[in-house]
């Protein structure tokens, strides 16, 4: 376990200190995860392969449809699942940032934004690892890799800064108002459909396209998916995902700085 020692400042600067703090927490949390359990890796993407397994029966093998107009249709589930799955499990983790730590967190001098960092770079690294999975079902699916697969780096920048924008809001505002986290919940759920993870944008109807075009989730996935669907990718979806991610990191650094002083009271 991370102990005061681990990540007490030293003589190093300031941002030093705080990447290698960063990455002994980051350290930390995937030791636990995949050290102490024989499954670790298992786990990790049992979640996005029994979604897409789930999907692709309803949609293939019970309706025998493609579910949607791009072809292998595996492939164009678990593009959109994988990141989902990186989306879903830091902001779940979000709405325990300070309680599951609390004693730790008020004893250590380092920025409290390092307990949102890390949970957004471990998830992150556990995103990267479900990638081979991916590369094995595109390759035995006969899924063609495109040339776009070079904004995957954007996507995940863009990824990684909306998750802090809503990690600088969610964590200390739970910490406050305790349903949150259960309306967090079943925000998520609404927003797994409100995503066109298991279908294509233009499958929505013309009256509700515009509406979901606002996601920010749906360039964001259409990036990721454009290196097997080129079609996928839409640069003003993608504009949506750039600035709603913009956004999220203003209101999250605002609201952080309002709040931590009494949350760390609260807490």
Request: charged share 10%; proline share 4%; glycine share 6%.
């Given at each position: 376990m991370?102990t005061?020692?681990?990540?007490?400042p030293t003589?190093r600067?300031p941002?030093?200190?705080?990447r290698?703090?960063?990455?002994?927490l980051?350290?930390?949390?995937?030791?636990?995860r995949?050290?102490?359990?024989?499954?670790g890796?298992v786990?990790s993407?049992?979640?996005p392969?029994l979604?897409?397994?789930?999907?692709?029966?309803?949609f293939?093998?019970?309706?025998?449809?493609?579910g949607?107009?791009e072809?292998?249709?595996?492939v164009?589930l678990l593009s959109?699942?994988?990141?989902?799955?990186?989306?879903?499990?830091?902001v779940l983790?979000?709405?325990?940032?300070f309680?599951r730590?609390?004693?730790l967190?008020r004893?250590t001098a380092?920025p409290?934004?390092?307990?949102?960092?890390r949970?957004?770079?471990s998830k992150?690294?556990?995103?990267?690892?479900?990638?081979?999975?991916?590369?094995?079902?595109?390759?035995?699916?006969?899924a063609?890799l495109?040339?776009t697969v070079?904004y995957?780096?954007?996507?995940?920048l863009?990824?990684?800064?909306?998750?802090?924008?809503?990690?600088?809001?969610?964590?200390?505002?739970v910490v406050?108002f305790k349903d949150?986290?259960?309306?967090?919940r079943?925000?998520?759920?609404?927003?797994?459909?409100?995503?066109?993870?298991?279908?294509?944008?233009g499958?929505v109807?013309?009256s509700?396209q515009?509406?979901v075009?606002?996601?920010?989730?749906?360039?964001?996935?259409?990036?990721?998916r454009?290196?097997?669907?080129?079609?996928?990718?839409s640069w003003?979806?993608v504009?949506?995902?750039?600035?709603g991610?913009?956004i999220?990191?203003?209101v999250?650094v605002?609201?952080?700085?309002?709040?931590?002083?009494?949350v760390?009271k609260?807490?």
């Open positions: 991370t005061y020692a681990d990540v007490r003589q600067t941002f030093a200190r705080y290698h703090s960063l990455w002994l980051t350290k930390r949390d995937l030791h636990v995949y050290a102490t359990n024989a499954l890796y786990w993407i049992l979640d392969l979604m897409a397994a789930i999907y692709y029966l309803v293939v093998g019970i309706f025998h449809r493609g949607t107009g072809q292998p249709y595996i164009f959109g699942l994988l990141p989902w799955t990186w989306f879903n499990g830091a983790d979000f709405t325990r940032a309680s730590e609390a004693k967190i004893s380092i409290r934004t390092i307990w949102i960092n949970i957004v770079l992150g690294i556990e995103f990267v690892f479900s990638l081979p999975v991916l590369a094995l079902f595109a390759i035995f699916a006969g063609h495109n040339w070079l995957w780096p954007v996507a995940m863009i990824q990684a800064v909306m998750l802090v924008g809503l990690g600088l809001i969610i964590a200390p505002v406050f949150l986290e259960r309306a967090v079943l925000i998520l759920r609404l927003l797994f459909y409100a995503s066109a993870i298991v279908f294509q944008i499958d109807p013309s509700f515009g509406i075009a606002l996601n920010p989730l749906v360039g964001l996935f259409g990036l990721y454009s290196a097997f669907f080129p079609h996928e990718l003003k979806l504009l949506i995902s750039v600035v991610s913009l999220f990191l203003a999250g605002l609201v952080f700085r309002r709040t931590i002083r009494t760390l609260e807490m």
